[in-house]
């Protein structure tokens, strides 16, 4: 029981420091960024990775300066591409930022890349680093 307890004093006080780091680098209020929390635990456990994770990839999307609409976009494929291509959340944001923004991209076009990644990883020799380097380069 001790153990639980710990857990989700764990997970809360992570949970509220992304919240808190979302409210600094966001133009949201503080009512805004807690109605986020819903979001990001039912995206948790829709897509199997853990809540840092996913906060985590919605803090780097509203330091990008995105609103929360492709923010919620963007994290809930990069928790998807994270999971898939076996990635930290933050590398996946990462890549992801880098082809969408290579391409003049869209939110809504970046589950459409995040597929392509992993289309080609699964047929290719090559990691998921080489291809979206190459992917990067090629295209600037």
């Not at 600094?24 to 819903?38: A, F, P, R, W, Y």
């Not at 990001?40 to 829709?46: C, D, E, G, L, R």
Request: net charge negative.
């Amino acid at each position: 029981f001790k153990q639980l307890i710990d857990y989700s004093y764990e997970f809360y006080k992570s949970l509220d420091s992304a919240l808190n780091e979302i409210y600094v680098v966001s133009d949201l209020s503080i009512d805004k960024v807690n109605e986020l929390t819903g979001s990001f635990i039912n995206m948790a456990a829709k897509t199997g990775m853990a809540i840092d994770d996913v906060t985590r990839a919605a803090v780097l999307f509203y330091q990008q300066g995105l609103n929360t609409d492709e923010v919620l976009e963007m994290t809930e494929v990069t928790s998807q591409f994270a999971k898939v291509a076996g990635i930290d959340a933050a590398d996946a944001a990462d890549k992801l930022t880098a082809a969408v923004n290579g391409y003049c991209l869209s939110a809504e076009d970046a589950s459409s890349v995040a597929d392509k990644f992993n289309k080609v990883a699964d047929i290719s020799l090559n990691t998921l680093t080489i291809i979206t380097l190459n992917y990067c380069i090629f295209f600037q």
